[in-house]
């Protein structure tokens, strides 16, 4: 008896130890950290998709329209209303994607909206090319498009793992955190400065303008994730809606996104619409990267090689899109319809201040 009650002890499991359960804890929320990477990359890089067949659905409408002796305005077109549908099932996809991944992931995945609309332009609105201009005009093109995909994949591979619930107490605990309040600082004089020369010293050179939709766009895309992230929990259960900091942030979202709408239309009566895409493009993504990594702590805690990798996917992303825009053919000014195939993703304030 005395054997067999020792033998029934010694089968007897032993319990976890705690390293084991630290460990198993750590790769389920490290798991779970991915897909919320996944989950958000995806809707970012669907929205940003929708978005840019949209805008080359409208586009194409305006084009058909003053190439035909057809009476109707653009708005009573059904396409123009697909494209319209489309644009803002678009942007609310872009919108939602804030709410499960990192600002800093999120932001630069405004490049595959460039990518779209330069391959949309050559197939659906079938833009004319001669063999002899294929190799000046396209190649490059081609090569940004090869380029951006690859910076998009090392985005999205070496992202930030950081995720917080968007409650309303953490909200203000990073609002008054003093690295974000130095930020602003500094934010709030040089944009002073910026707004100063281009006023008043008449210094409307695109870096200025552009600039100035970068630091705008910079708040936009931190106030945008925290009004998304805060809608998701309340719909999950958990209302953050009765909270005074959703409705700060709602109005400095929306404020900030048409100031930046209105120097984006001022520098589009200035320089073409490539150039804005190009510089807005790499201007506003290094401010919103930089914004999130402050105001989130987006990169806290990261290895550096990883984030080494990251602002390498970041440079090969800037140096595609400027190939891609760099060739772009210019819009002609006679030409009865808005060229909207390279907006910067700043006039959003769900693209982050990136190409919608």
């Not at 950290?33 to 805008?55: D, P, R, T």
């Not at 490049?111 to 332009?121: C, D, F, L, R, T």
């Not at 090869?146 to 953490?170: C, D, Q, R």
Request: hydrophobic share 50%; net charge positive; aromatic share 12%.
């Amino acid at each position: 008896m005395d054997g067999a009650h020792s033998a029934g002890l010694q089968l007897q499991p032993l319990p976890p130890t705690s390293g084991a359960t630290s460990t198993s804890l750590s790769s389920s929320e490290g798991s779970f950290s991915y897909k919320e990477n996944l989950i958000g990359a995806l809707l970012a890089i669907f929205g940003h998709l929708v978005v840019s067949i949209a805008l080359n659905l409208q586009k194409y409408c305006h084009i058909r329209l003053a190439g035909s002796k057809d009476p109707r305005a653009y708005f009573k077109t059904k396409t123009w209303w697909l494209g319209l549908l489309l644009l803002l099932l678009g942007e609310l996809g872009v919108f939602a994607s804030y709410a499960f991944a990192p600002l800093s992931l999120i932001v630069p995945l405004s490049a595959v909206s460039v990518i779209a609309s330069a391959i949309i332009g050559i197939i659906f609105i079938k833009e004319k090319w001669k063999p002899k201009d294929f190799v000046r005009r396209y190649v490059l093109s081609f090569v940004g498009c090869g380029l951006a995909i690859v910076g998009t994949y090392l985005l999205v591979t070496f992202a930030p793992n950081s995720h917080e619930k968007m409650t309303g107490e953490n909200i203000a605990r990073h609002l008054v955190s003093w690295p974000f309040l130095l930020y602003m600082l500094v934010a709030i004089v040089l944009f002073c400065l910026l707004l100063y020369f281009y006023k008043e010293r008449n210094a409307n050179s695109i870096v200025v303008i552009l600039l100035l939709v970068a630091l705008l766009g910079s708040m936009t895309v931190v106030t945008v994730k925290a009004v998304s992230g805060m809608l998701v929990l309340s719909i999950q259960g958990n209302l953050q809606l009765d909270y005074p900091i959703f409705y700060v942030m709602f109005v400095c979202m929306v404020a900030t996104a048409i100031y930046q709408a209105t120097f984006l239309s001022e520098a589009s009566q200035i320089y073409d619409s490539s150039l804005i895409a190009s510089v807005g493009y790499i201007l506003s993504t290094t401010a919103a990267i930089t914004a999130g990594a402050i105001f989130y702590l987006d990169f806290l805690g990261e290895e550096a090689l990883h984030i080494c990798m990251f602002a390498l996917g970041c440079l090969i992303a800037f140096l595609g899109v400027f190939l891609i825009t760099r060739n772009r053919k210019k819009a002609i000014p006679f030409e009865p319809y808005i060229s909207m195939d390279a907006m910067p993703a700043a006039i959003c304030p769900a693209c982050c201040g990136q190409p919608a």
